[in-house]
């Protein structure tokens, strides 16, 4: 029997989770994301799955094609928020998982299972807003925020990291969340902000936690009508090539650290891996 067949989501009764996929270009990362979600038979586990595909080339699309995974296309690109935006109006599902085309799965059938049905129990039970599934050993590229925790909170106290977080606590505390990629036993340091549950998965606040556009698990109708509309109200001053992110509108408004929301964290199921050949 294909074990891949074993792997089955467990959630509430009626509930449908979809996993959308943003790809800009990217062609090869695509390609090797899909070749991972393929051979772990990640696609079978969602009631539906969409790429959304903004400035398509027929590289991108005959990925899509080869792997026989739906697209739909906008002519041109605006940007990540309106990506992710569109995936979410696209998709009809109650929960989606957004991943972006360079995060491979890098975990088995059967956890990838038991990780998304856990962070489902979570959600459902509003004990969190979110949950992040980028993995948290083996979290790949472009994830510079485990050195600046080690500064304010390294594996063995020195004077120097003690004087930073006298004269910044602020930065210091915001930085805790990160201790989930730190290492064993780390999360542990930071009770006030950081509940361990009674399994491998932890609650962590938005105080100390930011919004992730990378690898996350979300109640559809959330982001649609609380995420989405905050960030398209913020005056906009910066953005990523001209362009909303939601990363940036979020994580700096109290908004979503006021929020008392909390983000469910467990080992994680997805790493951030670009293929040599962006196609950009």
Not at 161 to 171: E, F
Not at 229 to 249: A, H, L
Not at 252 to 271: E, R
Request: aromatic share 10%; glycine share 8%; with cysteine.
């Amino acid at each position: 029997m294909d074990r891949r067949a074993l792997a089955v989501i467990m959630r509430p009764d009626g509930v449908t989770v979809g996993l959308g996929v943003l790809s800009w270009r990217g062609h090869a990362s695509l390609r090797q994301a899909f070749e991972s979600y393929r051979d772990a038979g990640l696609f079978s586990l969602f009631d539906d799955v969409m790429v959304f595909l903004p400035e398509p080339t027929d590289e991108v699309i005959k990925v899509c094609d080869d792997f026989g995974v739906r697209y739909e296309t906008q002519a041109d690109n605006k940007g990540i928020l309106d990506g992710m935006e569109q995936i979410g109006l696209r998709l009809k599902t109650d929960y989606i998982l957004f991943t972006e085309n360079d995060c491979p799965l890098i975990e088995s059938p059967t956890e990838a299972a038991r990780q998304i049905s856990r962070a489902l129990e979570l959600l459902a039970a509003d004990k969190a807003i979110m949950a992040r599934m980028r993995h948290t050993k083996i979290f790949g590229e472009t994830f510079d925020t485990v050195d600046k925790y080690r500064r304010y909170h390294p594996a063995t106290g020195s004077y120097l990291s003690g004087l930073r977080r006298i004269l910044r606590p602020g930065k210091a505390r915001r930085l805790s969340g990160t201790s989930l990629y730190a290492g064993t036993g780390q999360p542990e340091r930071f009770p006030r902000d950081i509940e361990k549950l009674d399994d491998d998965f932890y609650l962590v606040s938005t105080r100390v936690m930011p919004w992730t556009n990378q690898s996350i698990l979300i109640r559809r109708d959330v982001f649609n009508e609380t995420i989405i509309p905050y960030c398209k109200s913020v005056p906009f001053d910066r953005g990523i090539n001209g362009f909303r992110s939601i990363e940036i509108e979020l994580n700096k408004s109290k908004f979503w650290t006021k929020s008392g929301w909390k983000i469910a964290c467990g080992p994680g199921l997805f790493t951030h891996k670009r293929a040599q050949d962006r196609g950009y």
